[in-house]
């Protein structure tokens, strides 16, 4: 009787659990479909928008641009992207995997000379058990993206690169490719990089209003705000695949 009882619990158990994953399942689905429809919208005119400011980049010999100034690094920021919580397969594990290999590379500096902006509680605490700087607190806004929250971020870090206080940016986070998909990405953010032009690339004749220069002036913060903003709703789009798939 006593194991009766005990298969019995086990079964109650099993079924408990089917039921919580199932629904954890359903709210992740509900909210990567929003998320989906949002970097869907964000790819094509961020893109469109890069390829824009790359082009004046390319073409303009004499850039006025403090954000696209190479020079020699002696302190590095790296804005990471995690979750707040578990239940997402290896996702936070990626992230943190990755911090550790990309503040390695940084680490002749000194540990004290890289600073990590974690949006998310996972990568932050994975920052404190690296012995790195946590710059901010970002865990109130890592689950919903928003506009405004990137832009202010990414003006403190224009800000500080500006002034010389930090020679380098570096963001870490996941792309999205398909519900059963995500990558983890680790580019430059500042200073921007325009990419290198393709061999037979066609030329675009641009008429510039009122001129390159002050267009360009204008244009690469925006570039920059929204790279940022979307970087972070590629992150939670991840997220949400990945912890629909760890919930099947």
Same mark, same amino acid.
């Given at each position: 009787?006593?194991? !009766?009882?005990?298969?019995?619990?086990?079964?109650?158990?099993?079924?408990s659990?089917?039921?919580?994953t %199932?629904?954890?399942m359903?709210? %992740?689905?509900a909210?990567l479909?929003k998320?989906?429809?949002i970097?869907q919208? +964000?790819?094509?005119?961020?893109?469109?928008l890069?390829?824009? +400011?790359?082009?004046?980049?390319?073409?303009?010999? #004499?850039?006025? %641009?403090?954000?696209?100034?190479?020079r020699?690094?002696?302190?590095?920021a790296?804005?990471?992207?995690?979750?707040?919580?578990?239940?997402?397969?290896?996702?936070n594990?990626?992230?943190?995997?990755?911090?550790?290999?990309?503040?390695?590379?940084?680490?002749? +500096?000194? @540990?004290?000379?890289i600073?990590?902006?974690?949006v998310?509680e996972?990568?932050a605490?994975?920052?404190r058990k690296?012995? !790195?700087?946590?710059q901010?607190?970002?865990?109130?806004?890592?689950?919903?993206?928003?506009?405004?929250?990137?832009?202010?971020?990414?003006?403190?870090?224009?800000?500080?690169?500006? @002034?010389?206080?930090?020679?380098?940016?570096?963001?870490?986070?996941h792309h999205?490719i %398909?519900k059963?998909?995500?990558?983890?990405?680790?580019e430059?953010?500042?200073p921007?990089?325009?990419?290198?032009?393709?061999?037979?690339?066609?030329?675009?004749?641009?008429?510039?209003?009122p001129?390159?220069?002050?267009?360009? +002036?204008?244009?690469?913060?925006?570039v920059?705000?929204l @790279?940022?903003f979307?970087?972070?709703? #590629?992150?939670v789009?991840?997220e949400?695949?990945?912890?629909?798939?760890?919930?099947?």
């Open positions: 009787m006593a194991e !009766l009882k005990e298969i019995k619990s086990r079964i109650q158990s099993v079924k659990t089917q039921k919580i %199932s629904a954890m359903m709210v %992740s689905s909210k479909r998320t989906q429809n970097i919208n +964000l790819y094509p005119y961020a893109g469109k890069s390829q824009l +400011l790359e082009h004046f980049l390319h073409d303009e010999q #004499d850039n006025p %641009s403090p954000f696209t100034q190479q020699p690094v002696q302190r590095v790296i804005v990471a992207f995690s979750s707040n919580s578990s239940l997402a397969g290896r996702f594990e990626n992230i943190s995997g990755k911090l550790e290999e990309v503040a390695g590379k940084w680490l002749s +500096l000194g @540990k004290e000379k600073v990590v902006y974690p998310g996972k990568v605490k994975a920052t690296l012995g !790195l700087t946590v901010g607190n970002y865990n109130d806004i890592s689950e919903k993206p928003r506009y405004q929250d990137a832009q202010k971020i990414a003006a403190e870090l224009m800000g500080l690169y500006r @002034k010389g206080t930090i020679d380098r940016v570096e963001l870490i986070y999205f %398909s059963g998909s995500q990558v983890v990405v680790h430059p953010f500042l921007f990089e325009p990419k290198p032009r393709e061999t037979g690339e066609a030329m675009l004749d641009y008429i510039v209003e001129d390159t220069e002050t267009i360009m +002036l204008q244009l690469i913060p925006k920059l705000k @790279k940022l979307t970087a972070h709703v #590629d992150s789009t991840s949400h695949a990945a912890r629909m798939t760890a919930m099947q």
